[in-house]
T-cell receptor, first 115, second 112 residues
Framework: NAGVTQTPKFQVLKTGQSMTLQCAQD?????MSWYRQDPGMGLRLIHY???????DQGEVPNGYNVSRSTTEDFPLRLLSAAPSQTSVYFC??????????????FGQGTRLTVV | KQEVTQIPAALSVPEGENLVLNCSFT??????LQWFRQDPGKGLTSLLL?????REQTSGRLNASLDKSSGRSTLYIAASQPGDSATYLC???????????FGDGTTLTVKP
């Protein structure tokens, strides 16, 4: 199994540009989520989904959109990039309706720099 | 609001030593707790999952314990190896919420 696949691994954006971070999992997991990891601030939840067609906001949702049209895919859209969105982004999934219900799987991360 | 604290932030030990990493949380109404490992530039890898009804879990040289009443979990690593060098994070989820809270992690260095 490939597990959780994130693309791209690295990205540089100019302020105001938009882009989509891709996340796909092949484990038929219902729960998928996006986190950002910043030095000194740990992992913070952006958005999450408990199944196709269902999404909800996390701690830091402003400036980000998500959709879940299939069980496998959970893209994260940056609407108008800002330097404050420079971070490492992780997609995570697990079975059930909570990340920690069962073993959680993380992607390798996308390192985003906004200049 | 649930807060998760991991102390110390960094730890350096010689190879072969047994060690304990600590995780404390403020709200004891947790659903379960999970320990993760993160290597530099990589994603998180799950090590051990402890359900709220359990007190400990073991996998190889790793043993994690959970004491909900005191709001603490420990990760015990036996006979540490240089390959154990990484950042170890704990995370908890509440019984009535879908969101999880992560600690900032303990960065472990095992010297040959």
């Amino acid at each position: 199994n490939a597990g959780v696949t994130q693309t791209p691994k690295f990205q540089v954006l100019k302020t105001g540009q938009s882009m989509t971070l891709q996340c796909a999992q092949d484990m038929n997991h219902e729960y998928m989520s996006w986190y950002r990891q910043d030095p000194g601030m740990g992992l913070r939840l952006i958005h999450y989904s408990v199944g196709a067609g269902i999404t909800d906001q996390g701690e830091v949702p402003n400036g980000y959109n998500v959709s879940r049209s299939t069980t496998e895919d959970f893209p994260l859209r940056l609407l108008s990039a800002a330097p404050s969105q420079t971070s490492v982004y992780f997609c995570a999934s697990s079975s059930g309706v909570r990340l920690l219900n069962t073993e959680a799987f993380f992607g390798q991360g996308t390192r985003l720099t906004v200049v | 609001k649930q807060e998760v604290t991991q102390i110390p932030a960094a730890l350096s030990v010689p190879e072969g030593e047994n060690l304990v990493l600590n995780c404390s949380f403020t709200d004891s109404a947790i659903y379960n707790l999970q320990w993760f490992r993160q290597d530099p530039g990589k994603g998180l890898t799950s090590l051990l999952l402890i359900q709220s009804s359990q007190r400990e879990q073991t996998s190889g040289r790793l043993n994690a314990s959970l004491d909900k009443s005191s709001g603490r979990s420990t990760l015990y690593i036996a006979a540490s190896q240089p390959g154990d060098s990484a950042t170890y994070l704990c995370a908890v989820s509440r019984a009535n919420a879908g969101k999880s809270t992560f600690g900032d992690g303990t960065t472990l260095t095992v010297k040959p």
